[in-house]
């Protein structure tokens, strides 16, 4: 059946499974990615999200299941039949080349004609605003450049589909969140699927339309960035994703609450019916804290009394890290210009209200996912 412009770019992936030896990397994987789209594959090391990557790349093939790009089966072809182009962590210029002669390397491959070369290249370099730098080499160029000409490189060939491994990992902080706006701006412009694999929690909410985070070679969640921040599936999404501070204890109330050695926590909701144990989330920008004597006399519902221990200035926000308990500690995060005056040793009063709990059954996917606020 011809190709359509609704399957160009579509990546299907039909109950694919990796293994190596014993070790299941991927396992029984079903995603559609949409033509178009700005997918994010996030998770820990070795939760199977490269693996994935490098096979829909043909550079592994899947023991089952499989795959198909633009409406086509791709099971058995090698990389350079498939419409996708890869960029790597490691951008792998050739060093004696110049920027143009990297850009050009992967159409002279192919025989495409030396004047279409020129256009294209001349074109591709544009995209990345890199065009004045054609005649220097990469030993040249700072980082941000030369991930910018691997762009440049990988979108010359036109690729349907876009594959990024964890691309922006050699960059600084500044560059790579400058580079972060750049790429989303770019995949917005050209329209093409771009498939990113990433550690990076911040990466992945500020470029996706999607994100897809893995756990053990499946996916556990798939949604936008604002549902997968605000409505995690599980705990171990919730950990994840941004910090959480965890209770954990026998549900109470119908499954609207958890009893823990620090007190009764609620939720707005049942969503623990049914289940004996549970945990309680709550994320530390829900969390208000203030010095217990100025606090009011009755306590509200949702909160502790701790010591505190330290306090971070992050910037835009104040940081505290709270003793609630004997082995546990706790997290607020206040706005700077609203954030209470503090001092290590103070007795605080810390409070949330019950629609910024989040309730899960009690098991060990927590700890698993991300963090969890350390014993004090």
């Known amino acids: ?203 992945a909410l500020s470029m996706s339309d999607r994100i897809a985070i893995m756990r053990h070679g499946v996916v556990e969640q798939i949604a936008d960035p604002d549902t997968i921040y605000s409505r995690p599936a599980s705990a171990y999404v919730a950990a994840f994703v941004g910090q959480q501070n965890f209770f954990t204890g026998p549900v109470a109330e119908g499954g609207t609450a958890v009893e823990t050695p620090e007190g009764l926590i609620r939720g707005a909701t049942a969503d623990l019916a049914g289940v004996a144990r549970g945990q309680a989330a709550v994320r530390p920008e829900f969390v208000r804290i203030a010095a217990e004597q100025d606090a009011a006399s009755t306590a509200p519902v949702n909160s502790v009394r701790g010591t505190l221990l330290g306090v971070a200035h992050l910037g835009e926000t104040m940081q505290y890290l709270v003793r609630v308990g004997d082995d546990t500690s706790l997290i607020a995060r206040r706005p700077t210009p609203e954030a209470p005056s503090l001092t290590v040793g103070d007795a605080v009063l810390c409070s949330w209200e019950a629609a910024n709990v989040l309730l899960f059954p009690a098991d060990d996917a927590a700890a698993d996912g991300g963090y969890v606020a350390p014993p004090a």
């Open 1 to 203: 059946m011809a190709e359509t412009l609704a399957t160009a770019g579509g990546v299907d992936i039909a109950g694919i499974t990796k293994r190596y030896g014993d070790a299941t990397a991927v396992d029984d994987l079903t995603l559609q990615i949409r033509q178009g789209e700005f997918l994010s594959l996030l998770g820990p090391s070795g939760c199977g999200k490269t693996t994935t990557l490098r096979m829909i790349a043909g550079f592994e093939h899947p023991d089952e299941g499989d795959i198909r790009i633009s409406g086509r089966s791709v099971l058995g072809e090698p990389p350079y039949k498939r419409e996708v182009n890869t960029v790597f962590q490691a951008y792998a210029l050739f060093p004696h080349m110049t920027v143009a002669e990297n850009v050009a390397y992967g159409l002279q491959q192919r025989r495409t004609p030396k004047a279409e070369i020129r256009t294209r290249v001349a074109e591709a370099l544009d995209l990345v605003q890199m065009r004045h730098l054609a005649d220097r080499r990469p030993t040249q160029l700072s980082g941000g450049q030369q991930q910018r000409i691997a762009l440049s490189r990988a979108l010359v060939n036109r690729p349907a589909v876009l594959l990024l491994d964890e691309p922006l990992g050699a960059l600084d902080r500044q560059l790579r969140e400058e580079m972060q706006l750049e790429l989303k701006l770019l995949q917005s412009r050209l329209g093409i699927t771009f498939v990113f694999v990433t550690h990076d929690q911040g990466e």
